[in-house]
């Protein structure tokens, strides 16, 4: 099972861009399920973008056309580039692994957008 560790977060002004990056230790990386979640103050976890081991990728609705999910197996690490920021966006990010039905979660990593 993978161990994740966000990094990448900050305070961005509106229409600001940020990179996430999530660092996998363990073995197997290229065959999990990855993907990004977001949690904002008094809300629900919810799914940011998703991409698969082959590459394919989806997004929420709420961020299709601004955010890009990738990942670098050689490197073991996934990205999520974040371009055009909005208030909305503020939410601490965590990324997540799943293979063979078994998960890990990050600690997650504060976004803040801001004037």
């Known amino acids: 099972q993978v161990q994740l560790v966000e990094s990448g977060g900050g305070l961005v002004q509106p229409g600001g861009s940020l990179r996430l990056s999530c660092a996998a230790s363990?073995?197997?990386?290229?065959?999990?399920?990855m993907g990004w979640y977001r949690q904002a103050p008094g809300k629900q976890r919810e799914l940011v973008a998703t991409?698969?081991?082959?590459?394919?990728?989806n997004y929420a609705d709420s961020v299709k056309g601004r955010f890009t999910i990738s990942r670098d197996n050689a490197k073991n690490t996934v990205y999520l580039q974040m371009n055009t920021l909005k208030s909305e966006d503020t939410a601490v990010y965590y990324c997540?692994?799943?293979?063979?039905?078994?998960?890990?979660w990050g600690q997650g990593t504060q976004v803040t957008v801001s004037s």
């Open positions: 997540n692994g799943v293979r063979a039905n078994k998960g890990s």
């Open positions: 363990g073995s197997f990386f290229s065959m999990y399920f």
């Open positions: 991409i698969t081991s082959a590459g394919i990728t």
